[in-house]
């Protein structure tokens, strides 16, 4: 499956809404649970990936609620309400349907 | 506190050998599927291998025949033994564990740099 994320970066004033989105080649929608299977991470430069959601939207705990996931499908997104200075880093979906084999999307760059 | 921390990667040579480990703190290494993924420098994360609880193995296509993921008990620590190495091989390599069945990963290592050149 080919995670295919967009735009490959983005700049966002400090407080505005930044909108990251994730295409899949096919759907992650399993539909004997209705789960999509699909995941977003954070990732700072020198530090691993941090999971933010799973599931297209359960946020993980402790991360803060401007974080948030949707959609369905093949289609996603991931929205940071309000951009805080800390949120700069390279965001990436992840798809797991077909764990073992995950697949990432190729990652955004969000700056300032 | 869950804890994996990552050892082992260093410069080798083409066609060398490595074996990196990722020893685990706060779970028992058996109980849980574990993943090593690769990112090379300046670009995204790639899956490499994973090991399920129940011992079955999976590579990516890429590694298959040349790499070998493992776990020791009774160190609970995770392994990746890397064969013929490839210039194409150099990333930091990350151990993760995966979330039940479904491998998306809460916890991950600080990863290891393998560095592949003559």
């Known amino acids: 499956i080919v995670m295919t994320q967009s735009p490959d970066s983005l700049a966002v004033s400090l407080g505005e809404r930044a909108t990251i989105n994730c295409k899949s080649s096919?759907?992650?929608?399993?539909?004997?649970?209705?789960?999509?299977?699909l995941a977003w991470y954070q990732q700072k430069p020198g530090q691993p990936p941090k999971l933010l959601i799973s599931?297209?939207?359960t946020r993980e705990s402790g991360v803060p609620d401007r974080f948030s996931g949707s959609g369905s499908g093949t289609d996603f997104t991931l929205t940071i309400s309000s951009l805080q200075a800390e949120d700069v880093a390279v965001y990436y979906c992840?798809?797991?349907?077909?764990?073992?084999?995950?697949?990432f999307g190729q990652g955004t760059r969000l700056e300032i | 506190d869950v804890q994996l921390v990552e050892s082992g990667g260093g410069l080798i040579q083409p066609g060398g050998s490595l074996r990196l480990s990722c020893t685990v703190s706060?779970?028992?290494?058996?109980?849980?599927?574990m993943t090593w993924v690769r990112q090379a420098p300046g670009k995204g994360l790639e899956w490499v291998s994973t090991?399920?609880?129940?011992?079955?193995?999976h590579y990516a296509d890429s590694v298959k025949g040349r790499f070998t993921i493992s776990r020791d008990i009774s160190q609970n620590t995770l392994f990746l033994q890397m064969d013929n190495l490839r210039t194409e091989d150099t990333a930091v390599y990350y151990c993760?564990?995966?979330?039940?069945?479904?491998?998306?990963?809460?916890?991950w290592g600080q990863g290891t740099l393998v560095t592949v050149s003559s």
């Open positions: 706060g779970f028992t290494v058996s109980d849980i599927y």
């Open positions: 992840q798809q797991y349907l077909s764990s073992p084999q995950i697949t």
């Open positions: 599931w297209a939207s």
């Open positions: 090991l399920y609880s129940v011992g079955s193995t």
């Open positions: 993760a564990s995966c979330s039940g069945d479904s491998c998306y990963s809460a916890y």
């Open positions: 096919q759907t992650i929608l399993y539909n004997s649970n209705n789960n999509n299977y």
